[in-house]
């Protein structure tokens, strides 16, 4: 693995800096203002409204989608230093079209999608136009393993009906939100448990749709964002709104989670180095017990630790990130799944120990270190918790020493 960036990424990684610094680092302030003022009216956030043709002018769009024309046609090692980037601000992703689900859902329609389908949904949601939600989660049951999963995707002549209770929709309470990817079961009672589940694209204003509410994340609403509690009460879609056939769900899924997790742990990290900067400016900035809290064993353990943790997490990423696009998703799972648990842990703890240092102020929403955690602490339940992780991972190491 080469651990330097072409010239290439280079190239992007500086653009996309100096964009940071010119218009999304001085609008943080703004930011928080205008989703304060929106209170229950879930509407866009004006700030995001006016850079996205600015980012797009700029040539920083659609940076994500890995091995595409579609895209800038980077590979997930290219991405990942700028997605570090854009993860330094929560929201910065979205002014480049970067945000998740959408940009799971993109790559999920470009790489199983007909060409039909592209043209309706891939299009717009490329061209910012719309948004989108992935609805696979189920509050009835333990949705860590998707066999469990037990919405029902049934055929009735041309059309499928839908029937199901989805929540933690991500992107549902987007006014802007035009179409749910729903997984579901096609063969509820096939013999192989990894075949009895389809995806398929729904329109959001089709006919037996009710978002019930969106679930808060450790207090945020996560507005307009939205994370939606939503009810399918025999929803009719056409047969020709399945992706890539039936009984194909779980190949999907593979597909689709595993540049999505690649994703987040990539915005984490620069998550963590924000957290750990402030921590830095805090330590040289109080004192306590006659000295600087930078003078004090504790704050340099802590320091070095997380300078530690942080670096040893990005090499990890870097690592699956070229296994990934050297091998493929399933090839790198391993790695998948060894970031998937790394790098939120870090998160965690680098942005526990930049709470404790800021005192009462880091436990308030003045520096940002509180939602920075709730992120990175949902993060170990996103995509799959912590043990599923583990567990997969400690299989493929004893399958090494299978006789």
């Known amino acids: 693995m080469d651990f330097e960036h072409n010239a290439k990424t280079t190239g992007l990684m500086q653009g996309l800096t100096a964009f940071m610094d010119k218009h999304v680092y001085p609008n943080e302030l703004t930011y928080r203002q205008q989703v304060a003022a929106m209170g229950e009216h879930w509407t866009p956030v004006p700030i995001i409204e006016t850079l996205k043709p600015k980012a797009r002018q700029a040539g920083l769009w659609n940076l994500f989608l890995p091995n595409s024309a579609l895209g800038a046609g980077l590979s997930n090692l290219e991405y990942a230093p700028l997605c570090e980037i854009m993860g330094r601000v929560p929201w910065s992703a979205e002014v480049f079209n970067c945000s998740a689900p959408d940009t799971g859902n993109m790559e999920t329609i470009e790489r199983y999608g007909t060409q039909e389908q592209k043209q309706q949904w891939l299009v717009p949601l490329l061209a910012g136009e719309i948004r989108s939600c992935f609805a696979m989660t189920e509050p009835g049951v333990a949705s860590s393993d998707a066999r469990n999963i037990s919405a029902t995707i049934i055929r009735q002549g041309d059309d499928y009906v839908l029937n199901g209770h989805k929540w933690w929709s991500s992107g549902s309470g987007d006014p802007r939100c035009k179409l749910f990817i729903f997984m579901g079961k096609t063969d509820p009672d096939g013999d192989d448990q990894y075949r009895q589940q389809s995806m398929i694209l729904v329109p959001s204003d089709a006919p ?25 009460d025999n929803v009719r879609v056409p047969k020709s709104n399945m992706l890539l056939g039936e009984g194909r769900g779980f190949e999907i899924a593979q597909g689709r ?6 994703h987040h742990c990539m915005r984490l990290i620069g998550l963590a180095e924000v957290a750990l900067e402030k921590m830095c400016r805090r330590a040289q900035q109080r004192r306590a017990f006659g000295m600087a809290l930078s003078e004090q064993g504790v704050t340099h353990e802590r320091i070095a630790e997380s300078r530690i943790l942080i670096d040893q997490a990005r090499l990890l990423v870097l690592a699956a990130a070229d296994k990934m696009d050297r091998l493929g998703n399933r090839e790198a799972r391993k790695e998948i799944g060894m970031i998937k648990v790394a790098a939120p842990n870090m998160a965690c703890k680098v942005i526990d120990w930049a709470i404790q240092m800021h005192g009462g102020g880091g436990v308030s929403d003045d520096f940002g270190l509180a939602y920075a955690y709730a992120q990175a602490r949902t993060l170990r339940l996103a995509d799959g918790p912590d043990e599923v992780h583990r567990d997969q991972i400690a299989r493929l190491e004893l399958k090494k020493y299978r006789a």
């Open 208 to 232: 037996g749709i009710t978002v019930r509410r969106s679930l808060p994340v450790f207090g945020y609403s996560d507005a307009p964002h939205g994370h939606g509690e939503i009810v399918f």
């Open 257 to 262: 989670l595993g540049p999505g997790r690649i």
